[in-house]
């Protein structure tokens, strides 16, 4: 149940693009299509962004999109925002009923 | 809207017990898993605990396992999570979260559990 591997940092110019990348094991994320992301303001609750790899709730944006390749998945934010400014967790299901979070990746809007 | 309050946090010392609760409303406990998700102070989330509706089928991490017991009383719409043997790397705000499609989509605003002698 190792942490799935996120870049501990990214940035952007408001309007431009960011994009976070999600680095797991077959067993995770190669295996299965339970890849959710989440959004965290300081001292807030995380908010669910995307599920099921690129599937967005209810409410968020399409500024938001996920996407997968093998191992690796990824979140795109794009037209950068100050409100975008946060922390990113991306989460996978990893069999047997188990799931595993991101360590984590500052988003910071320059 | 989905609620979903926790509480039954607190400081304790190393070996020792707490039990905390999560009230959920808005929609019907039940009908959905239920998670626990923790975060220490300055670090990121860590999945806890799932427990399937049926109240008995219950999967934990393996950093918990043995410790931690997961339950749920739907009557109640009220989820529980029984600490046993408290270490002090499990200091953190603890979440408790909807499952839904693979997901975590409702989350309270946590208890805060501080184990320290």
């Known amino acids: 149940q190792s942490a799935l591997t996120q870049p501990p940092s990214a940035s952007g110019s408001p309007g431009q693009s960011v994009t976070i990348s999600c680095t797991g094991t077959?067993?995770?994320?190669?295996?299965?299509?339970?890849v959710s992301w989440y959004q965290q303001h300081p001292g807030k609750a995380p908010k669910l962004m995307i599920y099921?790899?690129?599937k967005r709730p209810s409410g968020v944006p399409n500024r938001f999109s996920g996407s997968k390749s093998g191992n690796t998945a990824s979140l795109t934010v794009s037209g950068l925002q100050a409100e975008d400014e946060a922390d990113y967790y991306c989460?996978?299901?990893?069999?047997?009923?188990?799931?595993?979070f991101g360590t984590g990746t500052k988003v910071t809007v320059l | 809207e989905v609620q979903v309050v926790e509480s039954g946090g607190g400081l304790v010392q190393p070996g020792g017990s707490l039990r905390l609760s999560c009230g959920v409303s808005?929609?019907?406990?039940?009908?959905?898993?239920m998670h626990w998700v923790r975060q220490a102070p300055g670090k990121g989330l860590v999945w806890v605990s799932q427990?399937?509706?049926?109240?008995?089928?219950?999967y934990y991490a393996d950093s918990v396992k043995g410790r931690f017991t997961i339950s749920r009383d739907n009557a109640k719409d009220t989820l529980y999570l029984q600490m046993n043997n408290l270490r002090v790397e499990d200091t953190a705000l603890y979440y408790c979260?909807?499952?839904?499609?693979?997901?975590?989509?409702?989350w309270g605003q946590g208890t805060t559990v501080t184990v320290s002698s």
């Open positions: 427990i399937k509706t049926d109240e008995s089928t219950t």
């Open positions: 808005g929609f019907t406990l039940s009908h959905y898993y």
């Open positions: 979260v909807r499952g839904w499609n693979g997901a975590f989509d409702g």
């Open positions: 077959s067993s995770d994320i190669g295996g299965h299509n339970y």
């Open positions: 099921e790899v690129s």
């Open positions: 989460n996978s299901y990893a069999g047997s009923d188990i799931f595993v």
